[in-house]
């Protein structure tokens, strides 16, 4: 669960460091500042790491009024901070509990949601720049204390770990200092953007092709996913190249030599969560921050396992799957729009609980049956979310924050129009000191067909093409790839890493002259300006050429073509051209899947193909 930014405390566990300005360093033992936000007398982020009873700096940097620092919201679980000097109380605060974390597993096609308590964790939060000690406490008393040093002159300090003296040590180069960012979306450098970094974890130097492979996929990806398609025009997207020692995370108690030194730790319930080296999390979480400004920091980690999704504080943890885009789609929901988990479920005591304490506060959810929504949502309320099969109510069945594959509902799409809105005012109103601050986004943004470039001419349609929108002459979609979403194409095609198939506008108008149709379809096919296809003189899928009648279905008949078949059964079932003989292709034979439940089948082109039954329309 996440919650809004402003005043106090980035978790941890599943937090990770998102962009940054290269960093010079030199050896371990040399104290040395980094050049970061310029030190003042005021206020200084403290970029912190709790493990057990030990409470680091790991970073310090001076504050300004673009650094966005996670608050706590409703009734969520949380510490409260004192920084005390000479016998006294130099000010003090509230922040979300760190050690909270909030996991999804998807295995074996079961989805497991879990809210776990860590004992290590990474953190910020604003306080003065006095120096001093900070204690952390919870309920039942002090948790938490440390050594909290001066930052003095300009710039900042990075390090591994603080030392006895209170000192700090720059990061090493062994530690991942990487390359220098880049800007894999650029919508412009203005600190009112939302700015998302990624990094990678457990990629070693010669795998960093497919991190940038893997990471440019998903931001581009996201940019076609529902609801944030709608904002991307103030999304940024960050990346560098972190190169880890050894490949992949590691196991329990076993971290492998990377960038986070991220592990799987298996809980009692059966799923499993990931672990990181919160020092190192804060440390990069800080240069984020100071330098590119980041609101959100992702790590992918270099393993496909399926479903393995993180949102804690400020920071996502995420796998290779091929669900990665809306995995993102969701957590993002979470990290950055505050909105709570709709899952209606019974397997889920201990979070239903949980849920019950801030669904009163939720933008999503409510404790009670009465639609505080009704100002732009007339009802009726659906029963069940957070965890609770009861006793909770949301404003639709299906949401991005259910099942991650469905568009946002009612609620969550009011939330995210409202948080964007605030972010263009924002903008607008910026100091330009602030913008100034971040680094050379080299090239402007790229302006294409839905981003303000050039109309596509009458016969053409604005598709998305894996890295960007273009103009293509309408195309023939395969029937049973039909999408609305990027999770639409995720879901059909499982065996596929994130972004191999998309999901593109194929038609000027839908049958009937209803809504256009978008398909799944591999990136660049059909390519940008492509003549259209000729279809076959027997053509259903474009409603050109043939109209299928009662108990018919339009399936594929050969290269580029379709036709009406009568609805069949069949024992030899398949989901791709891929599962049928070289002679065969794979064709929808059933809009319902029949008693046997088979929607699809291998055919030999043209098999059972019927005669047009009205003329090609003008």
Not at 421 to 450: M, W
Not at 481 to 490: F, L, M, R, W
Not at 500 to 516: H, I, K, M, N, Q
Not at 585 to 613: H, V
Request: proline share 6%; charged share 25%; aromatic share 6%.
């Amino acid at each position: 669960m996440m919650r809004s930014v402003k005043t106090c405390s980035l978790l941890a566990l599943t937090a990770f460091a998102l962009a940054a300005v290269p960093v010079g360093c030199s050896s371990a033992d040399e104290e040395r500042p980094v050049s970061l936000a310029p030190a003042t007398s005021g206020n200084v982020v403290l970029g912190l790491s709790l493990e057990g009873s030990a409470l680091r700096v790991e970073a310090l940097y001076a504050a300004d009024e673009e650094v966005e620092i996670r608050e706590a919201h409703g009734d969520e679980p949380t510490l409260r901070w004192e920084l005390r000097r000479d016998s006294g109380v130099v000010a003090s605060g509230v922040i979300p509990d760190p050690r909270i974390g909030h996991t999804n597993d998807l295995r074996s096609g079961k989805l497991r949601h879990e809210e776990l308590r860590f004992s290590r964790a990474a953190l910020d939060l604003v306080a003065p720049n006095s120096g001093g000690e900070l204690v952390l406490v919870d309920a039942t008393g002090e948790i938490a204390r440390g050594t909290v040093p001066v930052l003095r002159g300009a710039g900042g300090t990075l390090s591994k770990q603080s030392t006895g003296g209170g000192s700090l040590r720059p990061l090493a180069a062994g530690d991942g200092a990487g390359t220098e960012w880049e800007k894999l979306i650029n919508n412009g450098r203005c600190g009112g953007h939302l700015n998302v970094a990624i990094l990678p974890e457990g990629f070693t130097e010669a795998e960093m092709p497919k991190f940038r492979e893997v990471a440019s996929r998903i931001a581009n990806g996201l940019r076609n996913t529902d609801g944030w398609s709608d904002h991307f025009s103030l999304v940024n997207v960050w990346t560098k190249d972190l190169a880890s020692k050894q490949s992949g995370p590691g196991k329990k108690g076993k971290p492998n030599d990377t960038v986070f030194r991220l592990e799987y730790e298996p809980d009692v319930n059966g799923s499993r969560h990931m672990v990181d080296d919160a020092a190192r999390t804060a440390a990069r979480f800080a240069e984020a921050r100071s330098t590119v400004k980041a609101t959100t920091l992702l790590v992918i980690a270099n393993t496909t396992d399926a479903g393995l999704g993180y949102s804690s504080g400020s920071a996502i943890f995420m796998s290779m799957s091929n669900d990665a885009i809306p995995t993102l789609a969701h957590e993002l929901g979470h990290n950055v729009l505050n909105l709570h988990d709709e899952y209606a479920s019974s397997d889920y005591p201990d979070y239903c609980k949980f849920s019950r304490t801030v669904a009163g506060t939720s933008f999503n959810l409510n404790d009670k049956n009465v639609n505080k929504w009704s100002a732009f949502f007339p009802g009726p309320l659906v029963e069940g979310g957070g965890g609770c099969a009861k006793g909770i109510w949301k404003t639709a069945a299906k949401c991005t924050m259910d099942d991650q594959h469905d568009a946002f509902c009612p609620a969550c799409t009011k939330r995210m129009n409202d948080f964007f809105a605030a972010r263009a005012e924002r903008a607008k109103t910026n100091p330009p000191a602030i913008c100034k601050q971040l680094p050379d986004a080299g090239a402007p943004a790229v302006k294409d067909c839905n981003n303000g470039g050039a109309a596509c001419d009458a016969s053409q349609v604005c598709a998305f093409n894996g890295d960007g929108y273009c103009c293509k002459a309408p195309w023939a979609g395969t029937p049973g790839e039909e999408c609305k979403t990027a999770g639409d194409c995720s879901r059909l095609h499982p065996d596929d890493p994130p972004g191999a198939f998309v999901c593109s506008r194929a038609e000027l108008a839908g049958p009937d002259g209803g809504t256009p149709r978008a398909f799944c379809a591999k990136p660049d096919v059909p390519a940008c300006g492509a003549a259209a296809t000729t279809p076959s003189k027997s053509d259903c899928s474009n409603d050109k050429t043939q109209a299928c009648g009662s108990g018919e279905i339009c399936s594929a008949s050969g290269a580029e073509s379709s036709c009406c078949r009568t609805e069949r059964t069949a024992l030899e079932s398949c989901d791709s051209d891929a599962d049928c003989k070289a002679d065969k292709l794979c064709a929808r034979i059933s809009e319902t899947g029949g008693d046997n439940g088979i929607f699809f089948a291998c055919l030999s082109p043209g098999e059972g193909c019927l005669a047009p039954k009205v003329a090609p329309k003008p």
